[in-house]
């Protein structure tokens, strides 16, 4: 097998490349079936049988989108945890089972790794955290090269996200896989925004998220002036005209009197606030007497979505989320749409399994749900 020189990724190498190709089923790695509209069968090269390393936030999931999971020789014990909550982790539970080779945020363990039965080919690394070895130092103490790559995201870094799945493609031999999640997000995307009218910025829903999941789980002030599936959706995020050119954007905590000044006609409250030790969004929303003031409480309209983040963004569940927020938005327009067939897509698709059928209990009773508070009304 000719070998690929070895290099390091950086984002300059990250050109925006527009050019979709149609989608196709999701299958493993190594021998990767791939059906195009024609219905014929094409097999991903054979270049793809190296095994590897995932290493930092973000990599493992890419991977699991990409139907490489099989190759992976080792896990960081972070990728071990929580597993009932996590799409990519509840899709690849024998990945729990693989030796520990580090702890997270690339606090890697020289050790374990040399001493792996299976020497991996590369280890590949979402450089977005600034702990653990330097990669060139663990490139060279482990004699493994390390590649490095940007992981994006589904809002403003979403061309930096799909260079990153084309490269990443190209080094494990799944470019054709690659292409087809790039373009079933683009499909999902589009039809969504297709879907929303188009209305002055004074006549559309005003909404607010709650709750939100980000470097761990929050209480219900946490929020985001950036959330994606809002603005796909054209929704009117109460957040955002009061927090243009602030930052953070992507998450921030709001003061209770704030949000009731807002007072959005619905909320939408992030379901990774479960893992908040002590009083968690929903229990914030059913005894706060400030919250119990707000219309959408009053009336009804808090409703649950899958978590947005655990160890970087769940990429599927924003695509998920963004469905049964235009349901709620849009009743008639999204009339046709089963949310809960097309979550099961989005998650299967993406990474190899509906996941919702196994995911923990709370989000399988309330994910896309509205959320029973006691003493609405």
Known sequence: MNQRPEKKWCASRFLPIFALVCLA??????????????????TAPAE??????????????????????????GVEQIEKDDSQMVPYRIATPHLRDLPTTGESHGRQNVEAILSLKERPAWILRSRNTGAGLDSSLLESRTGIPVVEFLYGDLGENRQTLYASLRELGARLGVEQRAESVIAFVEENIREIQSRCPTLPQAQRPSVFLGGLSYRGAHGFSSTSASYPPF????????????TLGTLPAQQMMVT??????????????????VGVQKANGIQELQ???????????????VFALYPNSSYHENLEARLANAWFIGKVLYPDAFEDVDVDAKVREIFQFLTGSPVLDDAAEVLRNQAFRPIILRGEG
């Open 25 to 42: 089923t999701f299958g493993g790695c190594g021998e990767v079936e791939l059906q195009n509209e024609t219905t014929q069968n094409e």
């Open 287 to 301: 005894t706060d007497p400030i919250y119990q003031r707000l219309d959408a409480v009053k009336n009804g309209r």
């Open 231 to 242: 603005e796909w959706t054209k929704a009117n995020n109460v957040v955002r005209d009061e």
């Open 256 to 273: 209770r009197e704030q949000i009731l000044l807002w007072n959005p006609e619905t909320i939408f409250l992030d379901l990774g606030t």
């Open 48 to 73: 793809s049988a190296e095994k590897f390393l995932c290493d930092s936030a973000g990599c493992l999931r890419l991977v699991v989108y990409l139907g490489c999971a099989d190759r992976v020789v």
